[in-house]
């Protein structure tokens, strides 16, 4: 059974730091791309940042592009998103989820496309 296991959420002061982990279980993540995604209440679930199976390639959602920065180390099967200058409006439910494709060429950020999500990790950002 494919479990994912996100953490290292927590409340932050605007302009804080907090890094997220993802862990992987029954399945091995070196073989296919991971994506964060997240959800603030009343809103759609959305794409925040996904590295490649090989880590060669990342893509980020323009909001984050220069503060967020997503990491593999494929030997311990965890992802890491390192989020930097935080802002309000970056606080929601953060999952990460498994690419449904192995070995895919280039990085995906259509959420239909990723499986295996996890319970997700909450951010809060203070003002």
């Known amino acids: 059974q494919v479990q994912t296991v996100e953490s290292g959420g927590g409340l932050v002061q605007a302009g804080g730091s907090l890094r997220l982990s993802c862990a992987a279980f029954?399945?091995?993540?070196?073989?296919?791309?991971v994506g964060w995604f997240r959800q603030a209440p009343g809103k759609e679930r959305e794409f925040v940042a996904a590295?490649?199976?090989?880590?060669?390639?990342?893509d980020y959602a323009g909001s984050v592009k220069g503060r967020f920065t997503i990491s593999r180390d494929n030997a311990k099967n965890t992802v890491y998103l390192q989020m930097n200058r935080l802002l309000p409006e970056d606080t929601a439910v953060y999952y990460c989820?498994?690419?449904?494709?192995?070995?895919?060429?280039?990085?995906?950020?259509?959420?239909?496309?990723?499986?295996?999500w996890g319970q997700g990790t909450q951010v809060t950002v203070s003002s």
């Open positions: 989820a498994t690419d449904r494709l192995q070995w895919r060429v280039a990085v995906t950020t259509i959420r239909d496309e990723y499986d295996y």
């Open positions: 590295i490649k199976w090989n880590g060669m390639s990342t």
């Open positions: 029954g399945r091995t993540l070196s073989r296919c791309a």
